[in-house]
Each structure stands twice: as structure tokens, then as C-alpha cells.
């Protein structure tokens, strides 16, 4: 069964990039035709669709998070990644990344918690 | 964006319940709405897809109905592990954007 794990700093000051890495095992991300996925969840709050990048490389993004995401695959380490810059205090939340198809998502990692703060 | 809603936001239950969740869209998105469960410190874990296909490995408690705006999660009876949040999830259009979730506690 596909497992999936988060890892990143926990602690970013304001302004500075974001950059999240998803290691993937028992399931290669270039196989599948699954959709690579990061989820958030603010403190106390629901569940916000990040976006995903698929295993050829198309990548579709939160229209409200668009300008400050990129997302990447790399297929030697079976991982894919997350960079958001400009972050601020609203950018503290608990970040998930799972894998779907274009409409669900099956697996999901434990989550990883990024606090922004100076 | 299509919004999602939840009622109620919480509900008090015991072993042996039914237990009833609502989800609704501000749009109709036909039947491409998910169910999820978390439990706290957990990865989220899909229930139902296509707002009535069992995910497999889930058990025959959870079931999902609905369709077009208004959906239905219902586990038949209450289990210790149940008790958890809740969250509906549309697959019509992107963004996919989720409720704000249901929490079933004692």
C-alpha cells in the first residue's frame, strides 16, 4: 500500500519560500496516471485543495495561491514537492500532500505543521 | 468556486447510532462529491467516492447518497474508531474545495 510523508521546516519567517517535500514509497509517482496532491488545513479550520501535478508534469494550481506555487516531481527520488513564497502569518496550517486521481484523493500523508512567524 | 457546506458542525453520538451527515453544494455537481474521515494527528482517510461507491477496505456502516446538490453520508451504527471529523469534498470543477467538516464525539 502506498505510503506517504511529508517533510519540511517547520518554523519559516515572513517573506521568506515555503518548500515541502512528499517522499512516496511502495508506489512510483511516474506510474499510475495519479495526480500528486498538496492539501492544507488552517489552525482550527477545513481542508484547502492546494493543488496537484500529475506524473507526466501538468500541474494545476488554487487560483487563489497560483501566483506564489510551484510544484515539481522528481522521479529519481520518488518525490514531489511544494515551494510557496511570500509567505505570511495566513500561510500557517498543517500541510498534507496524498495521492489521487483528477477527482479524489485515496492516500494522504500524516501531515506536516508550518508555522510563519518572525 | 463551488462552496461546501455541513450540517451540523458537531454531533454528540454514542456506540450503536446512526449517524447522519449533510453536505451540500452551491452548485449542482451531479454525483462527483467524497466523503472523508480524520482523525487528529492522522492522515485523512477516503470513505466514498462518487458520492455512493464504498472505497475499498471501508466498512458496509458508511454509506453516501445524493446527488446534484444535497448529499447524505450515514454510518448505520455507531463504532469506537467512528468517532472523528468529517469532511465532503466536490470533484465537479477545479479548484476542488472541501466542507468545513462534521465532528462526531460523545
Known amino acids: 500500500q502506498v505510503q506517504l510523508q511529508e517533510s519540511g521546516p517547520g518554523l519559516v519567517k515572513p517573506s521568506q519560500t515555503l518548500s515541502l517535500t512528499c517522499t512516496v514509497s511502495a508506489g512510483s509517482i511516474s506510474s499510475g496516471g495519479y495526480f500528486w496532491t498538496w492539501i492544507r488545513q488552517h489552525p482550527g479550520k477545513g481542508l484547502e485543495w492546494i493543488g496537484f501535478i500529475h506524473y507526466t508534469g501538468s500541474a494545476y494550481y488554487n487560483p487563489s495561491l497560483k501566483s506564489r506555487i510551484t510544484m515539481s516531481l522528481d522521479t529519481s527520488k520518488n518525490q514531489f514537492s511544494l515551494s510557496l513564497n511570500s509567505l505570511t502569518a495566513a500561510d500557517t496550517a498543517i500541510y498534507y500532500c496524498?495521492?489521487?486521481?483528477?477527482?479524489?484523493?485515496?492516500?494522504w500523508g500524516q501531515g506536516t505543521l508550518v508555522s510563519v512567524s518572525s | 468556486d463551488i462552496q461546501m457546506t455541513q450540517s451540523p458542525s458537531s454531533v454528540s453520538a454514542s456506540v450503536g447510532d446512526r449517524v447522519t451527515i449533510t453536505c451540500r453544494a452551491s452548485?449542482?455537481?451531479?454525483?462527483?462529491l467524497a466523503w472523508y474521515q480524520h482523525k487528529p494527528g492522522k492522515a485523512p482517510k477516503l470513505l466514498i467516492y462518487a458520492a455512493s461507491s464504498l472505497e475499498s477496505g471501508v466498512p458496509s456502516r458508511f454509506s453516501g447518497s445524493g446527488s446534484g446538490t444535497e448529499f447524505i453520508l450515514t454510518i448505520s451504527s455507531l463504532q469506537p474508531e467512528d468517532f472523528a471529523t468529517y469532511y465532503c469534498?466536490?470533484?465537479?470543477?477545479?479548484?476542488?474545495?472541501f466542507g468545513p467538516g462534521t465532528k462526531v464525539d460523545i
Open positions: 469534498q466536490q470533484a465537479k470543477s477545479l479548484p476542488r474545495t
Open positions: 496524498a495521492r489521487g486521481s483528477w477527482d479524489y484523493f485515496d492516500s
Open positions: 452548485q449542482g455537481i451531479s454525483s462527483w
